[in-house]
């Protein structure tokens, strides 16, 4: 069965074979493993975010069984693309909730921010060096030439490891001027948009278990910091604290998405 996921408008579509132009991704999640350097297990976030800034305007078919249908939804939704998802029967309900809860939440359509102009050549590498990225929530625009207002500009993919040309972006753009941080979990990825005062955190949840006492930073001073989390009503954000440069609030419990409207 296929579930056509608009940004807007997200929609059941029903079973339908898939569309010759939709473009095959594999089913966001998180895969633990062995980080010798601690005896620990390792988040790995297997995220389409990437993917979803290089192509926009592309339309995505992911295999989502089960519920990972709601985690599939929420990421589509988050980064404004169309996306059909394939599951079973055990992915409706988890689908259906998802979408009652997206279709709840109140208009915003505000552009993406970003600290970071990324080049795209369209590379296997270049691909590898934004899903570094989006994975540690240094945001970045993918633009067809370096826009001046951006703190930082990458305009080539260097060989070797991309770690490292990951550090040392983060080090060029400095955490200070980060527009977005997030503390206490590592399979969290969030975009930011906004304009005029007003800005919509998206946060993504990739884990399939709940997150729980995540503090998080956003640059900008904000006087009010409404939340929508997944599965959580009448939710609230704690410790919520604001300085000239900052605000920032902890979010006691997360499950797949949560939405952070913000207004000064």
């Known amino acids: 069965m296929l579930l056509l996921v608009a940004a807007a408008l997200p929609a059941l579509l029903g079973n339908q074979p898939a569309p010759p132009d939709c473009v095959a991704v594999a089913a966001p999640k998180v895969n633990f493993r062995p980080n010798v350097a601690r005896a620990t297990s390792s988040p790995w976030v297997d995220s389409n975010a990437w993917r979803f800034a290089r192509s926009p305007q592309a339309r995505y078919c ?46 915003a359509a505000f552009p993406a921010l970003a600290n970071i102009g ?86 993504v949840n990739y884990s399939q278990r709940p997150v729980t006492g995540m503090r998080v930073r956003v640059l900008g001073k904000y006087a009010t910091a409404t939340p929508h989390i997944f599965g959580v009503p009448n939710a609230k954000l704690t410790d919520v604290t604001t300085d000239p440069d900052a605000t920032e609030f902890t979010i006691v419990n997360m499950n797949e998405y949560a939405v952070i409207d913000l207004s000064n």
């Not at 939704?77 to 394939?86: E, G, I, N, S, T």
Request: glycine content about 8%.
């Open 62 to 107: 992911i295999d989502a069984p089960g519920k990972s249908t709601a985690l599939a939804a929420a990421e589509a939704f988050a980064y404004d693309v169309q996306a059909l998802l394939k599951t079973g029967p055990d992915g409706i309900a988890p689908f259906d909730q998802m979408l009652a809860f997206l279709k709840d939440l109140p208009p």
């Open 118 to 203: 990324f080049v795209d050549d369209g590379t296997p590498q270049s691909g590898e060096l934004m899903n570094l990225l989006s994975r540690r929530n240094l945001l970045y625009r993918v633009e067809a030439k370096p826009d001046t207002t951006l703190a930082v500009h990458v305009t080539h993919t260097e060989p070797g490891d991309p770690n490292k040309q990951a550090y040392e972006i983060r080090r060029q753009l400095g955490d200070d001027q980060r527009l977005l941080r997030l503390y206490g979990t590592e399979v969290v990825i969030g975009r930011l948009t906004g304009e005029n005062g007003r800005a919509r955190l998206h946060l």
